[in-house]
C-alpha cells in the first residue's frame, strides 16, 4: 500500500497529458508559504516607534563594524535584488549593501525569515523589502522584477544565491529528487538571470551574479543533486556574459570554495569563509570598471585546500 510520502514524490514529478496532437504538461509541487509583505512594513514601523530610544546605539554599532562600506542618505541610490537570502553569506550581503546605501529587496521563499534582519536594517536604511517569491516559478519571478522595477526602478544588482542539495547515489537517486536539484541551483537562476537582463540591456547597465560552489567545477560521490544544477549555472553565467556585456551589462560567477561559517557550532574541523568577507567580493565584482570586468572568480580560505570542498 502506498503511503502519503509515495503518492506525493510521483505526482510532483513533471507529467504529460496527450489529447490528439496536443500535449499538456504539468506538475504538482507545494506552494511556499508566502509572507505579507504589507504585514512586514506595518512590524517594522511598529518596531521603530516603540524602540526609537535604541536608534542611535544601534546605528553607532553597525557603522563601526561597517566603516569601510557605509555611506550617508543619498537621492540616487542603487538597487539591489538578493534572490536566496538565508543565513550567512545572504544575510551578511543584504547588511552589507543597506549599510552602503543600497534600495535592497531580500527576496526568499518565505520572507517572514527574514524580519528580525529587516527590522534591525530599518534603522539604517528604510529603503529594505522582504520579498516573497519562489524563484522557479516563472510567472513569480516577473512578477518580482516588475514589482521592483515599478516601486524602485531597474536594478543596478542582482544576485542568485539559492542552493539545494539533497546527496545521494545516481542509482538511489529519484527523479523528484533530482528534479527539484535542477530546478533551484539551475532552472530559478535562469529564469531571474533573464528577467534581470531584460531590463538591464534597456538600460545598459547593471551586475548580474551568480552564485556557484565547488560543485560548480567538480562532480563528486554523492553529490549528483548538486553538481548538475551547479554546473548548469556556470553554463548560463559563462553564455550570458557574451551575449550581455557588449550591451553594457556585467554577468559574473562567483564560486564559493568552502564552507561558510552561519554562526552554528558543527563537528567538523575544517576552516570557515566569513560571509562579511565574501560580500565584500560581491561589491567588488559590481563595482568593476567595465574595461576590466570579472566573468568568474573563486573565493576561499587561505588554509582551505583548493577544490578539496564539497
Not at 509541487?29 to 546605539?57: A, C, G, Q, V, Y
Not at 553569506?89 to 547588511?95: A, D, H, Q
Not at 524602485?152 to 529528487?177: D, I, M, W
Request: aromatic letters at 10%; one cysteine or more; hydrophobic letters at 40%.
Amino acid at each position: 500500500m502506498k503511503t502519503f510520502q509515495d503518492i506525493w514524490r510521483s505526482a510532483k514529478v513533471t507529467r504529460h497529458l496527450y489529447i490528439g496532437p496536443v500535449s499538456l504538461i504539468f506538475h504538482f509541487r507545494r506552494k511556499p508559504k508566502i509572507t505579507n509583505n504589507l504585514l512586514l512594513s506595518l512590524k517594522r514601523k511598529l518596531f521603530h516607534h516603540f524602540f526609537l530610544e535604541n536608534i542611535n546605539e544601534a546605528i553607532n554599532t553597525l557603522k563601526q563594524e561597517h566603516q569601510d562600506f557605509y555611506k550617508k542618505e543619498s537621492t540616487s541610490r542603487q538597487i539591489a535584488v538578493i534572490v536566496g537570502v538565508g543565513p550567512g553569506f545572504g544575510y551578511s550581503l543584504v547588511e552589507k549593501l543597506a549599510i552602503a546605501g543600497y534600495h535592497v529587496v531580500a527576496v526568499s521563499r518565505d520572507a517572514g525569515r527574514l524580519e528580525k534582519l529587516v527590522n534591525r536594517l530599518i534603522l539604517l536604511n528604510s529603503n529594505i523589502l522582504a520579498y516573497s517569491c519562489d524563484a522557479t516559478d516563472e510567472s513569480a519571478v516577473k512578477e518580482l522584477f516588475s514589482y521592483v522595477s515599478k516601486n524602485f526602478g531597474v536594478p543596478h544588482l542582482v544576485v542568485y544565491s539559492v542552493q539545494y542539495f539533497s546527496p545521494g547515489r545516481v542509482t538511489e537517486v529519484e527523479l523528484p529528487a533530482f528534479e527539484e536539484g535542477w530546478r533551484n541551483n539551475c532552472l530559478g537562476g535562469f529564469l531571474v538571470a533573464r528577467e534581470a537582463c531584460r531590463a538591464m540591456q534597456a538600460e545598459k547597465r547593471g551586475t548580474i551574479l551568480l552564485v556557484g560552489s565547488t560543485s560548480s567545477l567538480f562532480a563528486r560521490e554523492d553529490h549528483l543533486n548538486l553538481a548538475v544544477g551547479k554546473f548548469g549555472l556556470r553554463a548560463l553565467a559563462q553564455v550570458l556574459a557574451r551575449e550581455a556585456w557588449p550591451f553594457g551589462v556585467h554577468v559574473t560567477h562567483l564560486i564559493i570554495d568552502a564552507e561558510i561559517d552561519e554562526g552554528v557550532e558543527r563537528n567538523v574541523n575544517r576552516p570557515k569563509a566569513n560571509p562579511n568577507n565574501i560580500a565584500n567580493s560581491v561589491l567588488f565584482l559590481h563595482e568593476q570598471s567595465p574595461d576590466s570586468w570579472t566573468s568568474e572568480m573563486d573565493t576561499r580560505p587561505n588554509q582551505e585546500k583548493f577544490w578539496e570542498h564539497c
